[in-house]
C-alpha cells in the first residue's frame, strides 16, 4: 500500500510515456528488457518501489500513449485498475489516499490514476511534442497553454530552423 502523491506520480506518468524516443529515425523502447525496466523503475521510484508486472506496464504505457493521441479511448485503461482500490486514511494533516493493489499491478494503476488527475486538472495539457520525427510527450504549464515542444532546446529550435529553411527554399522556388 502506497501513499499517493499526485505531482509525483504526474512526473512518474510523463516519464513513463517517454520511455519509447525516437533515436536517428528509429523508435526506441526504453523498458524492451526486464533488466533495463527494472533499473528504471528503481531510478523512479527507489529501491524500495513495488515490483511491477512489467508486461503489465509495458501495456499501460503503449495504451495511455494511444489515449493522449485519440487512437483509444480511455476506457481501454480499464485493464490498468482491475481490482485496484484507493482508501482513505487519518493522518496528522487530514485524510490520506492510499492506493491498494495487487502485487505488481500498483505502478500501472498509479500511472493512469495520475493520467485520469491531470485530466482532470488541466485538460489536454498533456499532448504529444509537434515534431513529427519526435515521439516524446510534455506536460505543457505554460500560463498561454500552447507549449508545442518536447524541450525548446532540442525539438523547438530544429523545428523553428526547418520552417526558417523551408521559407527560404520556397523564395529560391518563387525567383526571389
Ligand atoms: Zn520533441
Not at 526506441?28 to 527494472?38: H, K, Q, V
Request: proline fraction near 5%; aromatic fraction near 4%.
Amino acid at each position: 500500500m502506497v501513499t499517493m502523491e499526485a505531482p509525483a506520480d504526474e512526473e512518474f506518468l510523463l516519464a513513463l510515456l517517454n520511455t519509447t524516443p525516437t533515436v536517428n529515425g528509429q523508435r526506441r523502447d526504453l523498458l524492451a528488457e526486464d533488466a533495463d525496466a527494472r533499473r528504471w523503475l528503481v531510478e523512479r521510484l527507489g529501491e524500495a518501489s513495488a515490483p511491477a508486472d512489467l508486461g503489465r506496464l509495458r501495456g499501460t504505457r503503449d495504451t495511455l500513449q494511444r489515449v493522449v493521441a485519440q487512437e483509444a479511448g480511455p476506457e481501454e485503461l480499464e485493464d490498468a485498475l482491475v481490482e485496484v482500490a484507493r482508501r482513505p486514511r487519518m493522518s496528522g494533516s487530514g485524510v490520506e489516499w492510499h492506493l491498494d493493489a495487487p502485487p505488481g499491478t500498483e505502478v500501472p494503476a498509479r500511472a493512469v490514476l495520475a493520467w485520469d488527475a491531470l485530466q482532470r486538472s488541466a485538460r489536454s495539457r498533456l499532448r504529444r511534442c509537434a515534431n513529427p520525427d519526435c515521439s516524446l510527450y510534455l506536460i505543457d504549464r505554460s500560463k498561454s497553454g500552447n507549449a508545442r515542444w518536447c524541450s525548446m532546446t532540442t525539438c523547438g529550435n530544429r523545428m523553428k530552423a526547418r520552417r526558417h529553411y523551408g521559407r527560404l527554399k520556397a523564395d529560391e522556388a518563387a525567383g526571389g
